[in-house]
């Protein structure tokens, strides 16, 4: 029976964390700390792996951190989830721009330009409404 009560408190926990986790990196992003982020999004994607969104993150701060190489390998994990949509492509675009493979970084910039336009935003990265 106790065992029971844990799991779901357990499960909360590991949410809540996630949460925080996140914000954290977010913060990290926005104030030009993107090794710190890097470190928190890596750590987050043990705990709860194959989030579409942590992942994305995770790419943009190995991006802005000048491992280019490792966030073609994060958005490959991420293009077997499925999910490229029209971020996906920016930030691919900018990872093959940062590894001087311009015509490869043209076509994704061509592809988050077309899917922009055409894509709405799923519910996981849809702003909240209050």
Known sequence: MASDAAAPAGTEALAASSELMDLLAFVYLQNGLPDKAAVLLAARNVLAPDDPRALLALALAQVRSAKPQRALNTL?????????????????A??????????????????F?????????SPETAPERR
């Open 76 to 92: 490959e994990q991420l293009a077997l989830l499925g999910a490229m949509d029209a971020s996906f492509h920016l930030v691919r």
């Open 113 to 121: 330009v077309a899917l922009r336009n055409t894509t709405e935003p």
């Open 94 to 111: 900018q990872a093959l721009q940062a590894l001087d493979r311009r015509d490869e970084a043209a076509g994704a910039m061509r592809a």
